[in-house]
């Protein structure tokens, strides 16, 4: 998606040849009009492909993941990480370990916004080794509903996740697929 990569070109910094940093435009403050841009890209990917629901996870997959749901017309669920207040009965939870961070979180999500049989688009702004991803799929597995798709906003490819999502069987589409990091510059994925 070039508005994407102009924007990750233009306003991007790289941190590391691990970390791109964007935070003036998804993960602090939120460029809205290019948010809207990519929930339209990910239904044209989508197209053809049915889903009762988008599910992302707090907090930054929150603004892409509500512009595609507003697109595709369907509710968006976000798993919380924060441990609820409520009973645990009433929760779906899974650990998730970050690299990144190198922290577990517990995600949870509310049996009531999930029911057998939907079929569920996941969305997220960072695809690192996948372990964020591969745990809102265990929810909804075990749900009974189906993961229909995997939408990521930004991919960095020299991490693994792309692979084993695939691996699994899982549809991905990614807007920017990043080779690298290197030399203190972005080089995307031809
Ligand atoms: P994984 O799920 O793909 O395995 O990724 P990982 O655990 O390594 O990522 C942990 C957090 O770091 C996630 O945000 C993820 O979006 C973010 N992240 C991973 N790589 C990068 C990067 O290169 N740049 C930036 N800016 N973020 C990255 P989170 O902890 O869930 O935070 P948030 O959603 O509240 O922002
Ligand atoms: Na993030
Ligand atoms: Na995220």
């Given at each position: 998606m070039k508005a994407l990569q102009d924007k990750i070109r233009q306003d991007g910094i790289v941190l590391s040849d691990q970390v791109l940093k964007v935070d003036s435009f998804l993960n602090h403050m939120v460029d809205p009009q290019?948010?809207?841009e990519v929930g339209?890209?990910?239904v044209r990917r989508f197209e053809g492909v049915t889903f009762d629901k988008v599910l992302t996870l707090e907090s930054s997959g929150i603004a892409p993941a509500v512009m595609t749901a507003l697109t595709?017309?369907?509710p968006l669920v976000f798993a919380r990480k924060h441990k609820s207040l409520t009973l645990k009965d009433d929760l779906y939870v899974e650990t998730v370990y970050s690299f990144?961070?190198?922290?577990?979180?517990?995600?949870?999500?509310?049996?009531?916004f999930l029911a057998p049989g939907e079929r569920i688009l996941i969305i997220d702004d960072f695809l690192a080794y996948g372990e964020a991803?591969?745990?809102m799929a265990r929810i909804i597995e075990s749900a009974g509903a189906t993961v229909a798709g995997v939408g990521i906003v930004i991919e960095k490819s020299f991490q693994d996740g792309a692979r084993r999502l695939k691996e699994a069987g899982y549809r991905v589409e990614s807007l920017a697929r990043i080779a690298s990091l290197g030399e203190q510059k972005v080089t995307f994925l031809p």
């Open positions: 290019l948010m809207l339209q890209e990910f595709l017309q369907v990144t961070k190198q922290v577990h979180n517990e995600i949870t999500i509310s049996r009531k991803t591969f745990g």
